[in-house]
Nanobody, 121 residues
C-alpha cells in the first residue's frame, strides 16, 4: 500500500516536498515512481528512483528542479520540488514496481492515491 502526502498550495518559485510511505518489508526491492496528472491532461511521468537509491531518472521538464530520494529504513520515498511553476499544478501519484524503468513511458504495477499540488502565479 502506498500513501502520498505533502501536497498543498504554493506560490510560483516556492518549494514542496512530497512523501510516499509504503507498507511491507520489501520496500528496497522496488523502484519508486512519481507521476502527475493535471486537469484535462493525460497522466505524465515525473521521475523514478531505483531500490537502492540510485540511479534516478526525470522527465525533462523537472530536471534540475525536482529531486528524488528514499529512506528504505522508513519505507518512504521523497520528491523535493523546488522552483515550482504553475504548470507543475497536478495531482501527484507515487507508484512502485520491481523493475527500474528509466523512461517516461514507464508502466508500473502498484499505485497509491494522489496528493494535490497547486502552484499559483
Amino acid at each position: 500500500q502506498l500513501q502520498a502526502s505533502g501536497g498543498g498550495l504554493v506560490q510560483a518559485g516556492g518549494s514542496l516536498r512530497l512523501s510516499c510511505a509504503a507498507s511491507g518489508d520489501t520496500f528496497s526491492w522496488y523502484a519508486m515512481y512519481w507521476f502527475r496528472q493535471a486537469p484535462g491532461k493525460e497522466r505524465e511521468f515525473v521521475g523514478t528512483i531505483a531500490g537502492r537509491g540510485f540511479p534516478t531518472f526525470y522527465t525533462d521538464s523537472v530536471k534540475g528542479r525536482f529531486a528524488l530520494s528514499r529512506d528504505n529504513g522508513k519505507n518512504t520515498v521523497y520528491l523535493q520540488m523546488n522552483n515550482l511553476k504553475p504548470e507543475d499544478t497536478a495531482v501527484y501519484y507515487c507508484a512502485a514496481d520491481v523493475g527500474y524503468y528509466a523512461t517516461t513511458r514507464a508502466r508500473v504495477n502498484f499505485w497509491g492515491r494522489g496528493t494535490q499540488v497547486t502552484v499559483s502565479s
